[in-house]
């Protein structure tokens, strides 16, 4: 019987056998007997019991009881124990003589252990000889779902939801095949709804919905998982009745301690929330002159009882703009708005911002928040749904362009500056950080729209649990899990894999510069699409030059940076090229290091991009007879798409800027 | 009680007499004893009731009788009589003696004459010595409606349908009253449903609608209009189940004799139908490589028998073009379809044309198809729902492009060749001819959103019941009935809306080369808007020069028009300057007649657009103690939007032209 869904990574075909299945006849588990439930541990011997017999054609048998009555009887066979000495989460993978040891400092642990020891078996690397201890790096690994309750997913392009459909939360099979997906790459955290709270969404924390939450949080719970909601700040008006949501308002804080004693006695499991406020038109303090720092705080008073968090998002602008305002610059919003409060925040808020200041481009400076604030919880969010890096259906492996971000120097200290130093907590201290990614997926077949855009899911869970991981090696990781160890395949789509963000940035738009895309859908070339809107977003090109100048001279971004940072970017000879136009305003005459200027550089990087892009899809056709049929198919429809597209982006911007520029292409190719 | 809609032109309040009261003391009715039904005569009679008793407090007491035994009696009074030696819809008004009296060939024209006659009462002129006979010049005078059955109207700007409120058919006191409205101006045929038929207005020929659109057809037919219906070429699939429909398929055939037999049979009043085939996306005869003759006659065939027609739109273009492709030329489109089958039209179809071989801009070249088909029945398409003039939020009185358009020689012939010669017969000869406008009513309170839009309504129907009048006359003609007999009310509107044509032109897009508007809503500017788009609507802009070569060595466009246009408008030294970028493209450099280069006039004219749109505003201003209140303030409403909208132009067009072409302006004004 055809699935109705696949398995994507986890999916425990027949594998070669490599000395591991020996380990497994028999299974040991020692130690637990004071947890309370163990329903984590449950759902990692099922794993267990589910990979080794699908895998190796293994059915464990699993002995449990005190420590001392076991420990001399173990020859052969596996091992799992509680370590107290290991902090939570944190999992040792042992080999010796024969036995294979799994110790963890608690259930998770034990989970995320066991889902090593499941990746090495279907990546046909012998257990013998292991020996490897691991905590993950980021306290907070979570998802963002921007999913509505009609089914409907902002930025979703992936069919609909499989969480709602029609204003009903839905917990079926598929709900745990997703819990187990995310657990394996070690996500402890998930928001299911729409940061933009609205319609039923708001009564999310009702009685009309409580029942159902608490189901869905169950199941989760037994992944390790916390569940997390959006919430709407105005809710005290929207679905309290009241008329001003003013943070400090007594009313307003009786209302919500009211609410939350509610919410947190239905779902128990609850790990806090999500708040989109003050942004895009959602409701938040501005509103009513307080502080950011006074909205979070407010709740996070309220729900530190509870021990749950307030996520607070730092995405904070004008979005009505006047385009003819060339002093005010968007990039600067989130740092004035924020820095001002930085050390005011109670320690149960974490303050989300997005990695670069604009939105997801395909290439940004880092956002100035992180270094810049020194006393503030934070948690990096990035979008591995890909509104403005192809939708899903143009390749666009994004864990070099994370890779990229983590390692970037902030110079908030002298050392463990980067951004993988704070979010992990190596730089300041801190505990409440991490790291979250607008997810990818919906309720199509294959969960990702593009079967390669999986990589993305896997890869994220992945560095998030691991900061230190290369892009190749998950890449890697991800091929081999995901369709076997066939080399022609793994070869392949690590090379399609691992060009395909520097493809994408060729073909769309130029050297940071960022935008140029078809208003509110955010897929295809439209170069002058947000130039004269409200939106903040302009490459303000004339027929001699493009770029934004954030230097001293123009918005004084480059200002909210530590040194050496701000000189660098400052400096139109130190600033690094593929930020150009992110941080000046550049003669097209502009000679680049490359010996081109920039307007031939923009033709040239047109031109191949399409032409890689074109490549990407030969290389595909050559994988016809190593994967199923239905696979190949699917990726190559999204193939011819892409070239498509990448036609249209090569043509319209080079069009665009020869029109603009009247200078013509030194190779003399077509443009229209 | 406050009414739930406006009277707009039909108000109906206290008139100073005029010496007209007199006559209608006693009205007499003599010649109609033949008439089957005395529906229109009725409504006729009605309206003179409720006309001369709220105008001139007069309540006219009606005599009706055999003509000889009325004729010697009447000394003073008003005679209504049939005189078949008049034609259907023609009038005549006599005073002599004071007895004044109105001919009419038929029911109809006693409507149309009785609404003359109380124009002049409301625009206080002496009845006394009056002498005239008129008949409408254009045989057919029409309405389309683009109302969806789920009461959104496609293109509307002013509120929801009234006559389709959730999938049902209203009729009610305002259908009445709409139908009064439109037959004082002389309309005698209706389009209720979008020429888009989907959804549920597929079903309209079907039992499910039939009986109320029978009723609304008789409420109509009682002011003398024919009701039509949009069709949906594609019936036979849609709700007959078949699996073609190609015109020439005996099965379709036999199909659509079934239906239009059930149709006429329950809707014995209804008019024919307007059908828009092989137009964006509908289907039509070229899916079976068949032409749009093939399609039309197909059906006028059908419903000869039921006396009925097939009006038949000549909107037929590629919209799914490559922008890169500068040889196809959307203008040429139209000629290019229906060319060839000149001549082999049935005497019941009518090929609606629209008024340019754009899409209802605010200036471009008359259609070539005017003139070009010189045997086959014409009506002119005019859209006074402002889709690109404004939207109804901004001022504009189209009647004076009208006007022009009417009065454009075509050189068909040696004479009688202008438009208005065609459509209404005087050229060809033939009696199947007309205007139709896209109307611009709804639901709001006022019909048209803005109040001053009315006058397009009123003038389009004015226009099209006599062909000589000029945009002046009607305008005053409806300030006068609208707002009563205040001549700073009078003047102060009248120089409004004869200036407002060319405001707008001024402050949106220059010399004819249209659009630069958002894409699908067609309000604002966006000047690259549809630039790189699939719609065939480009400017062609590059840092030299801008506009779409249509001349003999360009897309050849001009060729279509009869000598001396192709010349005049091949040459650029004698192309009419305002619709240069329509036919040319232009450096910017080059000088026009008033001495300015292109980019010169470009600037200066978007800055005037603007200066004169506030003088609107402060021209409105003048008239708060002169006009009711709810007026004055909606009105000054959407003057304010006007304002923010010409500002927005401005700025957006001079800065992308600034930009481009890095010419500054002369005069050093702000431009971003």
Chains 1, 2 share one sequence.
């Not at 079926?172 to 402890?188: C, H, K, P, V």
């Not at 060339?326 to 930085?342: E, H, I, L, M």
Request: proline residues 3%.
């Amino acid at each position: 019987m055809e699935e109705k869904y696949t398995r994507l990574w986890l999916n425990y075909a027949k594998r070669e056998d490599a000395g591991n299945g020996r380990f497994f006849k028999n299974v040991y588990v020692t130690g637990f007997e004071k947890e309370e439930t163990f329903s984590v541990l449950q759902s990692a011997l099922g794993e267990l019991t589910r990979g080794c017999s699908e895998m190796l054609g293994v059915l464990p048998i699993v002995h449990s009881g005190k420590q001392e009555d076991r420990e001399e009887t173990i020859k052969e066979g596996f091992a799992i124990k509680l370590d107290p000495a290991l902090s939570e989460e944190t999992y040792k993978v042992r080999e010796e003589g024969g036995c294979l040891t799994l110790s963890a400092g608690c259930e998770a642990g034990v989970l995320y252990g066991m889902f090593h020891i499941l990746r090495q078996i279907a990546m046909e690397k012998p257990l013998a000889g292991s020996c490897v201890t691991k905590s993950p790096d980021c306290p907070y690994r979570m998802l963002n779902h921007w999913d509505n309750m009609d089914g409907s997913i902002e930025r979703g392009y992936s069919g609909e939801s499989f969480f709602f459909v029609d204003n009903e939360i839905v917990v079926d099979e598929r709900t745990r095949d997703y819990a187990r997906l995310i657990a394996s790459i070690g996500i402890n955290a998930i928001v299911i709804n729409n940061v933009n709270v609205k319609n039923a969404a708001s009564l999310l924390i009702t009685d009309t919905y409580f029942e159902k939450v608490a189901e869905l949080s169950r199941v989760f719970a037994e992944y390790g998982i916390a569940l997390y909601l959006s919430l709407n700040f105005a809710s005290p008006m929207e679905i309290g009745g009241m008329n001003t949501v003013d943070p400090l308002e007594p009313s307003v804080i009786a209302w919500w301690e009211d609410k939350m004693a509610e919410i947190f006695a239905k779902i128990p499991n609850l790990g806090g929330f999500l708040v989109k406020a003050d942004s895009e038109g959602r409701p938040g303090p501005f509103t009513y002159n307080r502080t950011q720092a006074d909205g979070a705080n407010m709740l996070a008073d309220i729900v530190k009882k509870y021990d749950a968090r307030i996520i607070w998002r730092a995405f904070v602008y004008n979005c009505q703009q006047d385009w003819r305002d060339t002093k005010t610059d968007r990039a600067c919003a989130g740092y004035n708005s924020f820095k001002p409060v930085d050390g005011t925040f109670r320690d149960n808020v974490i303050l989300q911002v997005k990695n670069g200041p604009m939105d997801f481009q395909i290439r940004e400076g880092v956002s100035s928040l992180f270094g810049g604030m020194e006393k503030t919880n934070e948690m990096l969010e990035v979008q591995i749904a890909q509104e403005y890096t192809g939708q899903q259906i143009d390749l666009c492996y994004l864990m070099p362009m994370f890779r990229e971000i983590l390692d970037f120097k902030t110079y908030c200290r002298k050392e463990n500056d980067t951004v993988a130093d704070i979010i992990s907590g190596r730089c300041f201290g801190n505990t409440n950080v991490g790291i979250a990614a607008v997810t990818n997926t919906g309720n199509d077949r294959n969960w990702t729209g593009n079967d390669l855009a999986a990589a993305n899911l896997y890869g994220f869970g992945r560095l998030a649990f691991d900061l230190s991981l290369s892009a190749e090696e998950i890449a890697r990781e991800w091929i081999l899990l995901t369709y076997g160890n066939d080399p022609v395949v793994t070869d392949t789509i690590l090379d399609m894999l691992m060009h395909s963000r520097e493809i994408y940035e060729q073909y769309t738009s130029p050297l940071g510069v960022g935008w140029m895309v078809t208003p509110h859908y955010h897929y295809g070339p439209f170069v002058d699409g947000y130039e004269y809107s409200r939106w903040g977003c302009y490459h303000r090109a004339d027929h001699l030059g493009i770029g934004i100048d954030r230097t001293k001279e123009g918005s004084d971004y480059v200002s909210q940076y530590h040194e050496p940072n701000t000189s660098l970017y400052n400096d139109i000879n130190t600033c690094p090229e593929e930020l150009l136009l992110f941080f000046h305003h550049v003669p097209y005459t502009h000679v680049l290091k490359s010996g081109k200027t920039l307007i031939q550089h923009i033709y040239d990087s047109h031109f191949e991009g399409y032409e890689r892009a074109l490549l990407l899809q030969q290389k595909w056709a050559t994988l016809k007879d190593h994967l199923p049929a239905e696979v190949y198919h699917r990726v190559e429809e999204r193939l011819i798409r892409q070239v498509a597209n990448a036609r249209e982006w090569r043509d319209q911007v080079n069009t665009y800027f020869l029109r603009k520029s009247g200078i013509p292409d030194e190779k003399g190719r077509t443009i229209y």
